[in-house]
T-cell receptor, first 114, second 115 residues
């Protein structure tokens, strides 16, 4: 079945370091891809998305490119801040036969130290 | 910015008791969802709801679970007879479309603990 796999966490970085969180997916067809973020004590918030191959989603300095050939959607940020500390979830949603269901990866905890 | 709200934020219940988790989706949204996250595990889809009926449900969503939109604003998840393994964070979400890129907006969650 359809699935999303993320790199294991936690990821611990110093402020201003470069961030990559890997995400790969398995799905029939070409799903839409999402990154959600969960700050402590809050719900899931959409960070960025891409709906077709080679699309790049970006927001708040984060970027991810939809790579069909490697079935990946890795999250990157050039210079992380302490305020980026959160749990990051990669997710997919099918476009056909779709009821809107999101399929999530297991989440990756990011801790940024000053 | 409009937001999805959920009540209560925390609930503790005894095994076998019924619980109702409440959600107020964003007002002009038509598609509603429940997800859950057992501690340390993935966020899992439970059910989607559109036009006053379930459009998809997962294997987790058995006869002990039900959803309802009792009025124009609330969306509820009922667990009829809770089990220990129902302990999890439950998230409600809503969206205004299905074409592919529409954002699902999530509430802050209800943490359910079954003793």
């Amino acid at each position: 079945g359809d699935s999303v796999t993320q790199m294991e966490g936690p990821v611990t970085l110093s402020e201003e370091a470069f961030l990559t969180i890997n995400c790969t997916y398995t799905a029939t067809g070409y799903p839409s891809l999402f990154w959600y973020v969960q700050y402590p004590g809050e719900g899931l918030q959409l960070l960025l998305k891409a709906t077709k191959a080679d699309d790049k989603g970006s927001n708040k300095g984060f970027e991810a490119t939809y790579r069909k050939e490697t079935t990946s959607f890795h999250l990157e940020k050039g210079s992380v801040q302490v305020s980026d500390s959160a749990v990051y979830f990669c997710a997919l949603r099918k476009k056909s036969g779709n009821t809107g269901k999101l399929i999530f990866g297991q989440g990756t905890t990011l801790q940024v130290k000053p | 910015e409009p937001e999805v709200t959920q009540t209560p934020s925390h609930q503790v219940t005894q095994m076998g008791q019924e619980v109702i988790l409440r959600c107020v989706p964003i007002s002009n949204h038509l598609y509603f969802y429940w997800y859950r996250q057992i501690l340390g595990q993935k966020v899992e889809f439970l059910v989607s709801f559109y036009n006053n009926e379930i459009s998809e449900k997962s294997e987790i969503f058995d006869d002990q679970f039900s959803v309802e939109r009792p009025d124009g604003s609330n969306f509820t998840l009922k667990i009829r007879s809770t089990k220990l393994e129902d302990s999890a964070m439950y998230f409600c979400a809503s969206s205004d479309g299905l074409a592919g890129g529409e954002t699902q907006y999530f509430g802050p969650g209800t943490r359910l603990l079954v003793l």
